[in-house]
């Protein structure tokens, strides 16, 4: 069975600042992978998402990903991060129907001034 | 498409009870999950339909979960009767199994937030 490990609960940065969330995935075969961002009281919005081919991935609000084979890796990083970023960031990787996912235990991004 | 839509937002029931959630998923969308959310335990995947038919229901807690899809545009989460426990954040979500652009991808709604006194 698939799982995903989000190491960092809870992260603190300055706007502006650079930001990588981490994200570490067990699974048998290439998985699909994804980041979800949830802010308060909302649902859950694709980030980005690797299905094949580039492993570099840009995905909305100016967020990216690389896939890491060789490290079970899939990190998320902004280059400068702005106040409304603040946020749960989830992690999540999926196999077999579309949609079927397992989801990491999320790590919220808090946004200093 | 006005997203996935989940009513009602908020429900404060007694022990006991029956508590109904219903979910509207996007049009054209063949998968539809139902997610539950607590500190606890995070998000977990309670059971998931495929064209209306259920596929795994080996996330729902116990017996007195059950959720029914009668067609392709709604869907309901049912317990019955409702304990504290049961206090969570419920989401719904669908995705699409066709085109490669789409699939795998889950749209959530907003959530419904039940809360068991």
């Known amino acids: 069975a698939q799982s995903v490990t989000q190491p960092d609960i809870h992260i603190t940065v300055s706007e502006g600042a650079s930001l990588e969330l981490r994200c570490n995935y067990s699974y048998g075969a290439t998985p699909y992978l994804f980041w979800y961002v949830q802010s308060p009281g909302q649902g859950l919005q694709l980030l980005l998402k690797?299905?094949?081919?580039?492993?570099l991935v840009q995905g909305i609000k100016g967020f990216e990903a690389e896939f890491k084979r060789s490290q079970s890796s899939f990190n998320l990083r902004k280059p400068s991060v702005h106040w409304s970023d603040a946020a749960e960031y989830f992690c999540?990787?999926?196999?077999?129907?579309?949609?079927?996912?397992?989801f990491g235990d999320g790590t919220t991004l808090t946004v200093k001034p | 498409d006005a997203g996935v839509i989940q009513s009602p937002r908020h429900e404060v029931t007694e022990m006991g009870q029956e508590v109904t959630l219903r979910c509207k998923p996007i049009?054209?969308?063949?998968?539809l999950f139902w997610y539950r959310q607590t500190m606890m335990r995070g998000l977990e995947l309670l059971i998931y339909f495929n064209n209306n038919v259920p596929i795994d229901d080996s996330g729902m807690p116990e017996d007195r979960f059950s959720a029914k899809m009668p067609n392709a545009s709604f869907s309901t989460l049912k317990i019955q009767p409702s304990e504290p426990r049961d206090s969570a954040v419920y989401f719904c979500?669908?995705?699409?199994?066709?085109?490669?652009?789409?699939?795998?991808?889950?749209?959530f709604g907003a959530g419904s937030r039940l809360t068991v006194l």
């Open positions: 690797y299905f094949s081919g580039d492993t």
């Open positions: 049009s054209g969308h063949d998968y």
């Open positions: 979500a669908s995705s699409s199994s066709r085109g490669s652009s789409g699939a795998n991808v889950l749209t």
């Open positions: 999540a990787v999926g196999a077999g129907p579309a949609g079927k996912s397992t």
